[in-house]
């Protein structure tokens, strides 16, 4: 079966530093992985998503990256974290079989930007 | 372009009442999915249902119910006797082909015993 890991669970980070959270999927090969970003009380926003090893598109721009460097591996980046980047960080990940697509998420990482 | 609303920003019940989630959505597309996911307090999603838009058939799986209604573009969602640990934000959720998916802000359902 396949499985989504996240980590770290929870991060508090100070303005200005940098940031890397990373997910893993494992049961799976070649899937589509994507990074969302929940903001307290509010709905999700795609940030990132790839559909394969060092394939990324970007759906806002913003002072985040993100970079596959290998098929099952997922890391979102950022050089100088803004208090704006304080959310709830989650990855999901996909197959395409003839276009029927459901995303399963991770546990996700809550980052706090002080 | 998508467009998923729910207009339901947060709803609370007694133990055991039925309550029932609303969604519509828009799309142009004759092809899309419609999804439905729970968000616990410990903030995974959970993934619930997937239709496809040429199968209108309503579907009951335990105490969760879906009514899709592509007249009026919904896909509404019923907990029947709803319990404690029903409690959480629900999103529904749209994907066009070649599109991403597309939340809903959520519907906050807090079940009180």
């Known amino acids: 079966s396949q499985t989504i890991h996240q980590w770290p669970a929870t991060l508090v980070q100070p303005v200005g530093s940098p940031l890397s959270l990373e997910c893993t999927v494992e049961g799976t090969s070649n899937p589509n992985l994507y990074w969302y970003r929940q903001a307290a009380g509010r709905g999700l926003q795609l940030l990132f998503y790839?559909?394969?090893?060092?394939?990324i598109s970007s759906e806002v721009p913003q002072n985040l990256s993100a970079s596959r460097p290998q098929d099952r591996q997922f890391i979102l980046s950022s050089k100088k974290l803004l208090l704006s980047d304080s959310g709830f960080y989650l990855c999901a990940w996909s197959v395409n079989l003839f276009g029927l697509e459901t995303q399963y998420f991770g546990p996700g990482t809550r980052l706090l930007v002080l | 372009a998508q467009k998923v609303t729910q207009a339901q920003t947060e709803i609370s019940v007694v133990e055991k009442e039925d309550v029932t989630l609303d969604c519509v959505y828009e799309t142009r597309d004759t092809t899309y999915y419609l999804f439905w996911y729970k968000q616990p307090p410990s903030g995974e999603l959970v993934f619930l249902i997937r239709r496809n838009s040429f199968d209108e058939q309503n579907e009951i799986s335990g105490r969760y119910s879906w009514n899709f209604q592509k007249s009026t573009s919904s896909f509404n969602f019923t907990i029947t006797a709803s319990q404690v640990v029903d409690s959480a934000v629900y999103f529904c959720?749209?994907?066009?082909?070649?599109?991403?998916?597309?939340f809903g802000a959520g519907t906050r359902l807090t079940v009180k015993p």
């Open positions: 959720a749209l994907k066009e082909n070649n599109n991403d998916m597309r």
């Open positions: 790839s559909v394969g090893i060092g394939q």
